[in-house]
């Protein structure tokens, strides 16, 4: 299938010959007024045998998990569980007592941690104690006045953090392997996907031909079967790590840290201490993903192309390919 859009310039090392203007050229222009009937009908793009396969298909792994814990096999599980869940929660007890002890240790928790302002004198907010990872005594909304609303607040905070360092890797991963030549994608800039997408491009997962879900349908196609993915985690959240003892799954810890084996495959929290540092280095490179985001944005808007061809720009020549070279240009 060829591209809807041009591959950047030196995006691969045997393209090496001077592009015209992207996007903006005017054989683009007319390219998509001719091809703006075709983006405008496969918003909803699907027969209804397609979106019924594919609203079935994303309903799959929810549906699944409320028959299994409907059946005899959930309540086999069950009763499982409560013979094993006292001694599971006494163990959660003592390990969350040594995580304790090891916070109060740790130079990353309490009143001489680490501030935001470092040596300089500073008064900082006393309801910031120190108690949770990545608190630097920075506060100056007065954002976390409000213990409960603290706690809320620090619980989005790690979900966006996540979200964030997840997204960034889909940012660089696909754009990388494209340009290794180990993966070729439709599309592999993050921010022209969607834009392909409304053009009418069949998406592969993955880059594996073939492999559409929901790739070849339209853009509410696949908004409601992300949807439909998003319920049976979004539920399990909502009501807590409990909600997946009907399936005879007991989770040691908390919503922000659920622990057991689902969460927590290679045993990382097994020591009290490095899993308490493993909190804060958690938090302080999700905030870095949710600041690079905003980097991410801005070069789109502003070069028009995808993260690691502006640092191959930038690193081919850094006098001309910098932040303040772009603003001139503007």
């Given at each position: 299938m060829s591209l809807l859009l041009p591959r950047l310039p030196s995006l691969h090392p045997t393209c090496r010959q001077p592009q015209e203007a992207y996007l903006f050229s005017c054989?683009?222009?007319?390219?998509?007024?001719?091809?703006?009937?075709?983006?405008?009908?496969?918003?909803?793009?699907?027969?209804?045998?397609?979106?019924?396969?594919?609203?079935?298909?994303?309903?799959?792994?929810?549906?699944?998990?409320?028959?299994?814990a409907n059946s005899s096999v959930g309540e086999r599980l069950r009763r499982r569980l409560e013979e094993t869940k006292k001694g599971a929660e006494e163990s959660s007890s003592r390990f969350?007592?040594?995580?304790?002890?090891?916070?109060?240790?740790?130079?990353?928790?309490?009143r001489d941690r680490p501030r935001w302002l470092g040596p300089i004198p500073y008064e900082y907010p006393s309801h910031l104690t120190g108690e949770y990872p990545g608190d630097y005594g920075f506060d100056v909304a007065g954002l976390g006045k409000d213990p409960v609303a603290f706690q809320k607040n620090f619980n989005y905070e790690i979900l966006h953090a996540r979200w964030a360092m997840l997204a960034s890797l889909g940012v660089i991963i696909p754009e990388l392997l494209d340009y290794l030549g180990i993966v070729h994608f439709v599309e592999p800039v993050w921010w022209r996907v969607g834009y392909a997408k409304l053009q009418g491009d069949?998406?592969?997962?993955?880059?594996?031909?073939?492999?559409h879900i929901a790739g070849s349908q339209g853009v509410l196609v696949i908004a409601i079967c992300q949807a439909l993915l998003m319920v049976g985690p979004e539920y399990a959240r909502y009501c807590g790590i409990e909600a997946l003892e009907p399936l005879g799954i007991y989770l040691p810890?908390?919503?922000?840290?659920?622990?057991?084996?689902?969460?927590?495959?290679?045993?990382?929290?097994?020591?009290?201490?490095?899993?308490?540092?493993?909190?804060?280095?958690?938090?302080?490179?999700?905030?870095?993903?949710?600041?690079?985001?905003?980097g991410f944005?801005?070069?789109?808007?502003?070069?028009?192309?995808?993260?690691?061809?502006?640092?191959?720009?930038?690193?081919?020549?850094p006098l001309n390919n910098n932040v303040i070279s772009i603003i001139k240009s503007l």
């Open positions: 054989s683009h222009r007319r390219r998509d007024r001719s091809r703006s009937a075709i983006g405008a009908s496969v918003v909803v793009r699907a027969s209804w045998e397609e979106l019924a396969g594919v609203l079935i298909f994303s309903a799959i792994p929810f549906t699944a998990v409320k028959a299994v969350k007592a040594l995580t304790r002890q090891a916070r109060e240790a740790s130079i990353w928790y309490g069949t998406l592969d997962y993955l880059g594996i031909p073939g492999l810890g908390d919503i922000n840290y659920p622990g057991g084996f689902l969460f927590d495959p290679l045993g990382l929290s097994k020591d009290p201490a490095a899993f308490e540092e493993l909190k804060v280095k958690e938090i302080k490179n999700g905030r870095l993903a949710m600041v690079a985001w905003l944005y801005i070069q789109a808007a502003l070069t028009h192309k995808g993260a690691l061809q502006n640092l191959i720009d930038h690193i081919s020549d």
